[in-house]
């Protein structure tokens, strides 16, 4: 089947109230790992590209790697995501090149660093929007700023500096006709979200049960939501690696999330952990292989361990035949219908 739009995934996930994970990519060993996956598990496939992403790869080797993927995997649902979009020329870019959902993140500034005014981020958002529906795609906007790594998204923010608002976000949702929004809970993007277990001080679980019971029918996302869990820094560090201890957002708070709107989960650090560790163990114990194949295929089997992991535990797993794909011109009608109806 061909990418279809993310609003129909979530869509179906709120009706069976499960939530389905979107992966980070930027080669082919990524996307390989995430479709056997979705294979192994029967699950949907959120397949995402920042635009770090989209640049280390010139994005059309990922969109035709993803073609592939869909030639190669056509029982499963699979979407092709841009995750924080940074302004209305790089998702309308997304969108020409083949993208069937978008992040218009205008929660920052295009440089990705300063937070805007809520009247920019809802007319770059609503700019978007309307490009977008008008060809069935999908768009995922963000209220509130989360947590930023060094040299990544958000770089150096705090994550408790600029939580969502609730009524920002009712707001939010009606001036600019998201299908999704993503929501600023204590998180952070990276490995270093928490210097020990979160509690319901650093991870606002709260918040996002308020802004649910405002905003019931919008698809909400939790970004920065890897476990980190401590089995795969040990691995790392066990062959000679140096991360500091850190904490992840526990999966018993997604799946508190999942019971409450979210239906959207991005996780990335797990799999960047996951491949590295295992790269690490091949370099360490086999120091005389020099075949890039002999590590890449670890790597690319610990990712879809962890990614089939995911999966089950955010209940999306069994649910990739449950629906037909509904074309980005039929979504388009729909949109188009709901405008004038
Ligand atoms: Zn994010």
Redesign the pocket.
Known sequence: MPLVSMRQLLDEAAQGAYGVGAFNVNNMEQIQAIMEAARETKSPAIVQASRGARSYSQDRFLYHLMLAATELYPEIPTVLHL??GNSVETCKSAIAMGFTSVMMDGSLMPDGKTPSTFEYNVKATREVVETAHSKGITVEGEIGC?GGIEDG?GAGLDALSHLTDPDQAVEFVRQTGVDAL?IAIGTS?GAYKFTKKPTGETLKMDRLLEIHRRLPNTHLVM??SSSVPKELQDIINQYGGKLKPTWGVPIEEIQLGIKNGVRKI?VDTDNRLAMTGAIRKVFWEKPEEFDPRSYLKPARDAMKKVVAQRMTQFGQAGHAGDYAPISLEEMAKRYQQHLTA
Request: charge should be negative; proline fraction near 0%.
């Open positions: 995750d924080h989360l998204h993503a993007h970004h920065g991005n």
